[in-house]
């Protein structure tokens, strides 16, 4: 991987000069708070949903207990794109903006978090690209244990305990159930299902991160007159369902074979969701919805222009 400058700590560092104390709270017992945030290059490079994933990142923040706000939207823009021009960034690309304790503290640490902004090359997905899915024992945590809506590091080791169920069972990703036994999610994605043309989707209180790309999907599926149900989702209809889909800024949008599945075909609904989310990515179509901030970098002069297009 190249070592790309990330901003980290109030400076531009290659990102194998960025440290922090192996005693530090964040070290230890993965306290921080993170977004992944996308960003595509055609003619100029669109942030998909930028300000929804501050404020996401600022509420995880808070209900987390640390007591900062994150940094402004125009902050952020003039952080990302000098580390375009200094990591000459010329592709797709993906963002990984993190609060962290670097001090040395323990899980109960309220100290003032820094953070780092990090570009990480990704590719989009390409449309013929599909996981094998299985339905884990391992189950979602609850917001009454460890509240899933935050979007913090230790959470992740819940979707760990997850994937390596289902990679032992030979699948690529796990689904897993919540605590009641209805579906939950993935362990870095949302879950669809399509039942006779229906579009069905677990709806918020069901131990799911409040994603902005389930929220995307669901407004671009009743622009086109689907019939979209957020709601409760047994095992029994899962496994009875025609399509499954995953979704999330680096899912995108992944269709998934069950494992048991032996003929299986991408479906129809899937097709047509990813095509759709692809457009509006770049804004190509779902213009009013002001997803998208189109930046414009000068790359020689240091010049930059943005043409922001969210509200
Ligand atoms: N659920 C979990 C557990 C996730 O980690 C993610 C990825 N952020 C998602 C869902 C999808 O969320 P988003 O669409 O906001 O990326």
Same mark, same amino acid.
């Given at each position: 991987m190249k070592d790309y400058y990330i901003y980290y700590n109030n400076n531009y560092v290659r990102q194998s000069e960025a440290r922090i104390p192996v005693l530090s709270a964040s070290s230890q017992f993965g306290l921080n708070v993170f977004e992944g945030i996308r960003v595509y290059k055609e003619d100029f490079f669109y942030i998909f949903r930028l300000e929804d994933h501050l404020k996401r990142l600022n509420n995880s923040l808070h209900l987390i207990g640390l007591d900062i706000d994150v940094i402004t939207k125009k902050e952020f823009l003039n952080i990302l794109i000098e580390l375009i021009i200094l990591n000459n960034i010329k592709t797709d690309f993906s963002i990984r903006f993190t609060y962290l304790i670097?001090?040395? /503290? !323990? $899980?109960s640490s309220i100290k003032r978090p820094t953070f780092f902004i990090a570009p990480l090359i990704r590719d989009r997905n390409s449309a013929d690209n599909y996981k094998t899915a299985y339905l884990t024992k391992t189950r979602r945590i609850s917001k009454y244990a460890m509240n899933p809506k935050i979007k913090c590091g230790a959470n992740y080791i819940n979707g760990r305990y997850a994937l390596l169920e289902a990679k032992s069972k030979g699948a690529d990703l796990p689904i897993l159930k919540n605590k009641d036994g209805f579906i939950s999610e993935s362990s870095g994605a949302c879950v669809f299902l399509v039942k006779n043309g229906v579009v069905i989707t677990p709806s918020l /209180?069901?131990?799911? +991160?409040? &994603?902005i790309t389930r929220d995307t999907v669901i407004k671009i599926f009743l622009e086109n007159n689907y019939k979209v149900e957020e709601r409760f989702i047994s095992e029994a209809e899962f496994n009875e369902c025609d399509e499954i889909f995953l979704c999330g800024s680096a899912a995108e949008i992944t269709p998934l074979k069950i +494992? #048991?599945? +032996?003929?299986f075909k991408i479906g129809a609904i899937t097709k047509f969701i990813f095509q759709e989310y692809q457009q509006a990515i770049t804004a #190509? !179509?779902? *213009? #009013? *919805?002001? $997803?998208t901030t189109k930046l414009n970098v000068k790359?020689? &002069? #240091?010049k930059l222009n943005t043409i922001n297009n969210e509200s």
């Open positions: 670097d001090e040395l /503290d !323990s $899980w /209180d069901c131990d799911i +991160l409040e &994603s +494992l #048991k599945d +032996l003929d #190509k !179509s779902y *213009n #009013k *919805n002001f $997803w790359n020689h &002069s #240091k």
